[in-house]
């Protein structure tokens, strides 16, 4: 039986509920949120319960030794977690000049910086939540120890990096500790699969007894920092133990009478941001969603916003990012006017690529999560911790070595950051979180998933369902299987460089949950994923 085939079309409705809703890129994980839910946990319960077990379910995107970034509706306002970590203290360009690297590497110590995820998780526990924290990270430890039932497009993913690894061991024996964690009898598991991992669950477990200051101070740091101090790594007690999450206020823009809201840099938000200003002054409702002008336009001023977003974004904590002139309407208007009847090339190189997951969740209180974690390059660094299937993320690949550059690496330092939740009011009162994963794609899914509801009134379901482009470089656009063949002739006509993927995961995966004027909840969950979108 072929779990992951679908040779027919097939299609979902959206999810509507009254008093709790969650969406997320995994079953399991969406039923852990709504069991917390149910048990009277606040929307922050139910999304520390899914993100916690997301780490055990979906470890091809995300894992315990990643970042997180929130957005909170606490009913009255919105609130914006940075949980994102720092480069080592011993970490400098120079070393990496020393070796001859011309760009961080994206495998083995030298891309690793401090996991923020747990220390997310107890935080916004501690501001928002009303469950224990032992009991909201209680499904993620029960689905590591007892094991589950390993979904399609999961199995594909942890197939590719079996490969991929497989592949880099010999250069990298470093490799041989995460095939020791996540593969069995030398194979990675298969669709329908069973997998558990009891080192997973004794590690949430401390996470969960101790606040997360096991991870950072106890036991569980002891772990990591020998590892590193054995192999080459460059962690050290000091990064572990000064790492603190960030509060920080979100940013937005108003498109059409809506304001759309990001976390401020060190993430990419502020691309969605700048190319929804640019966007704005071409009249869009007026102009069909599946047409060459719509296409053309969207591409064109996503162009310009990677431009400013990779010239411009880094650590506001090292340098200033002149975030408010850049989101200014006049600035756009400048933009705007670059945009002609062909495409053309801005200069900036290769965009990030990367494997997250994002949930959202709201109850019946009136809050509301936008959540987003993430080891970055699927599993991440390929660096595991022995015994404690801690994944290290390689966020550091995203730091320039450009020493005029204000992402420059540099100890104690954030680093650019793909991962972006978004947030949707109108009028001071809120419409709902939503956010598409996936490396650079996830400006540009915020994007899209902005026009499709305001623009041309699509439901959340059918703007996830919707096919879509994404710019990678210079001329290069990538279009989904399923964009009409009159666009694909005549973006190429345009200049476009078009190539067109089958391939859905390649653009992203999302969840989106609007509220309704008369308070009922509306959801989608993205096709791209096994995901799930429920409530009650």
């Not at 069991?35 to 520390?48: H, I, K, P, Q």
């Not at 315990?64 to 977690?81: K, P, Q």
């Not at 495409?343 to 109850?363: I, M, N, R």
């Not at 450009?402 to 947030?423: C, E």
Request: aromatic share 8%.
């Amino acid at each position: 039986m072929k779990l992951g085939a679908l040779p027919y079309p097939s299609r979902r409705m959206p999810a509507v509920a009254r008093r709790g809703m969650i969406a997320t890129s995994q079953p399991l994980a969406a039923l852990a949120g709504l069991m917390t839910l149910e048990a009277g946990g606040t929307a922050v319960d139910a999304a520390v319960a899914a993100a916690a077990t997301l780490t055990v379910v979906e470890p091809t995107s995300n894992g315990i030794g990643g970042d997180a970034f929130a957005l909170v509706w606490d009913g009255a306002r919105l609130h914006g977690l940075n949980g994102s970590g720092r480069a080592p203290a011993a970490l400098t360009p120079a070393q990496l000049s020393d070796a001859g690297h011309t760009a961080v590497p994206s495998h083995g110590w030298l891309p690793v910086t401090v996991p923020g995820a747990p220390r997310a998780w107890h935080d916004l526990h501690a501001r928002f939540g009303r469950l224990d924290f032992e009991r909201v990270i209680s499904p993620a430890i029960a689905a590591a120890e007892d094991g589950y039932a390993v979904s399609p497009i999961v199995a594909q993913y942890w197939g590719y990096a079996f490969r991929r690894y497989s592949q880099m061991l010999a250069d990298l024996p470093l490799l041989q500790h995460w095939f020791n964690t996540f593969t069995y009898r030398d194979q990675a598991p298969t669709a329908g699969g069973l997998w558990r991992s009891r080192r997973m669950a004794r590690t949430l477990r401390r996470i969960a007894q101790s606040g997360a200051d096991d991870f950072y101070t106890g036991e569980l740091a002891e772990r990591i920092v020998a590892f590193a101090q054995a192999t080459g790594g460059f962690l050290s007690a000091a990064d572990l133990a000064q790492h603190t999450s960030t509060w920080v206020e979100p940013i937005s823009t108003n498109y059409r009478g809506y304001d759309v809201w990001e976390i401020p840099p060190n993430g990419q938000g502020l691309a969605a941001l700048i190319a929804l200003n640019i966007l704005e002054g071409f009249d869009l409702r007026q102009v069909p969603r599946d047409s060459l002008q719509a296409y053309h336009l969207q591409i064109e001023a996503m162009k310009l916003a990677f431009a400013d977003a990779h010239r411009y974004i880094a650590d506001p904590e090292h340098t200033h990012v002149p975030t408010q002139a850049l989101l200014s309407k006049r600035y756009a208007a400048e933009r705007r006017a670059l945009i002609g009847d062909s495409a053309q090339s801005v200069g900036h190189g290769e965009l990030p690529k990367g494997g997250t997951v994002y949930l959202c969740v709201a109850d019946g209180d009136g809050m509301m999560v936008s959540y987003i974690q993430s080891n970055y390059m699927g599993f991440g660094s390929g660096v595991v911790v022995p015994d404690t299937g801690i994944a290290l993320q390689n966020r550091g690949a995203g730091f320039s070595l450009d020493p005029a550059h204000p992402n420059v690496l540099a100890p104690g330092k954030r680093p650019f950051h793909t991962i972006i939740p978004a947030f949707l009011t109108r009028d001071g009162e809120p419409v709902g979180p939503f956010g598409v994963m996936g490396g650079a794609m996830q400006p540009q899914g915020h994007v899209q998933m902005v026009l499709n509801t305001i623009d041309w009134d699509l439901n959340p379901q059918a703007s996830l369902d919707a096919p879509r482009w994404q710019f990678v470089a210079g001329m290069n656009v990538l279009l989904e299987y399923g964009v009409p063949q009159h666009i694909i002739e005549g973006l190429d006509a345009l200049g476009h460089n078009v190539d067109v993927r089958a391939e859905g995961g390649t653009f992203g995966r999302g969840q989106i949950i609007w509220r309704m004027e008369n308070g009922s909840l509306v959801a989608g969950s993205d096709p791209r994923a096994d995901g799930l979108a429920i409530g009650f």
